[in-house]
Antibody, heavy 123, light 110 residues
Framework: QVQLVESGGGVVQPGRSLRLSCAASGFTFSSYGMHWVRHTPGKGLEWVAV????????DYADSVKGRFAISRENSKNTLYLQVNSLRAEDTALYYC????????????????WGRGTLVTVSS | QSALTQPPSASGSPGQSVTISCTGTSSDVGAYNFVSWYQQHPGKAPKLMIYEVTKRPSGVPDRFSGSKSGNTASLTVSGLQAEDEADYYC??????????FGGGTKLTVL
């Protein structure tokens, strides 16, 4: 069965960085785009970033553009999110989610989600 | 990248039907048939309930249905059951590989 397991979260001071990871199993990772979505109690779900199945295309929400970088290592079935210049408003539970469409035919929905990794930005 | 608009809350009694709206613009909901809905229970990951406006993943009860008219999408839950009480989020493709979510609706089963 499909499994997505996030890691790398923690408590970090404003302005610092973290690298989040998502280990995938149970499907052909290299055939699907992947997303990061975050959840905060006050704002609900917020889409953060997407990467195509082969890593050639990456896009970001305006709120994180220029600070966050999504990447993937298909040989290791792993998705990453480098989060830099962290702000208090980046405090959230970060989920990785599998794209529902296949390869170059994204459908922009998330059919499997991990359990999330918590990032807390605080001085 | 503006969030889609959902009512903060909705409610219904067991057995009743409830509809949750999700209003966007002609650049997202109105432009693409890539609207999806997610159910989230407290402390749990979101679960896909509807995708591509009306499609239901296997395992999702047919009590859940989706529709769209213009810039507004809707999720209808028929025959409400206690376990349907959760937060519900809509999302839509907004062009240029961007996705936007709604603010979420807390569904209460009375």
């Amino acid at each position: 069965q499909v499994q997505l397991v996030e890691s790398g979260g923690g408590v970090v001071q404003p302005g610092r960085s973290l690298r989040l990871s998502c280990a995938a199993s149970g499907f052909t990772f290299s055939s699907y785009g992947m997303h990061w979505v975050r959840h905060t109690p006050g704002k609900g779900l917020e889409w953060v970033a997407v990467i195509s199945y082969d890593g050639s295309t990456k896009d970001y929400a305006d709120s994180v553009k220029g600070r966050f970088a999504i990447s993937r290592e298909n040989s290791k079935n792993t998705l990453y999110l480098q989060v830099n210049s962290l702000r208090a408003e980046d405090t959230a539970l970060y989920y990785c989610a599998k794209e529902g469409g296949w390869q170059w035919l994204p459908k922009y929905y998330f059919d499997y989600w991990g359990r999330g990794t918590l990032v807390t930005v605080s001085s | 990248q503006s969030a889609l608009t959902q009512p903060p809350s909705a409610s219904g009694s067991p057995g009743q039907s409830v509809t949750i709206s999700c209003t966007g613009t002609s650049s997202d909901v109105g432009a693409y048939n890539f609207v999806s809905w997610y159910q989230q229970h407290p402390g749990k990951a979101p679960k896909l309930m509807i995708y591509e406006v009306t499609k239901r993943p296997s395992g999702v009860p047919d009590r859940f249905s989706g529709s769209k008219s213009g810039n507004t999408a809707s999720l209808t839950v028929s025959g409400l059951q206690a376990e349907d009480e959760a937060d519900y989020y809509c999302s839509s493709y907004a062009g240029s590989n961007i996705v936007v979510f709604g603010g979420g609706t807390k569904l209460t089963v009375l």
